[in-house]
């Protein structure tokens, strides 16, 4: 099964995969935030034959939902009623600063950090979730 994982952001979107026939996830790509978000993941889900999505909600430490998740949870919505896959929402607390760590620790500039964020979030999303159901099993 290929899974798209998603981070959402409102400028950018960061996009990973699931490698097929294992529990890996690559980071794949950053699509702007326009009115066309929704064409553009329905090529992509069309190009890489994805069966599922995993989209990041950023709960507030908390463990409540604020601004940022509500619009998440709106978008999965979307999603859900445009694309026909199935939709994973997931626990994403501070990827994207883990995600910032982990760029910083392999010594990329902070122009190149700052443009790999995104897909860095999304590949973290996807990891944790491939993770949590290869426990499962």
Do not use: C, H
Request: net charge positive.
């Amino acid at each position: 099964m290929k899974i798209l994982g998603i981070d959402y952001g409102r400028k950018r979107v960061g996009l990973a995969l699931s490698v097929p026939f294992t529990t890996i996830a690559v980071g794949y790509k950053i699509i702007e935030m326009n009115e066309t978000i929704l064409d553009n993941i329905k090529e992509i889900i069309i190009k890489e034959k994805i069966e599922s999505i995993v989209i990041g909600l950023p709960k507030r430490m908390d463990n409540e939902i604020g601004q940022i998740a509500q619009e998440v949870v709106q978008f999965s919505e979307k999603l859900k009623k445009n694309l026909n896959i199935p939709v994973v929402l997931w626990d994403e607390r501070l990827s994207s600063k883990q995600a910032e760590v982990l760029l910083r620790d392999v010594n990329l500039s902070r122009k190149k950090r700052r443009s790999q964020t995104d897909i860095t979030s999304a590949q973290l999303i996807l990891q944790s979730y491939l993770d949590a159901k290869q426990k499962a099993l």
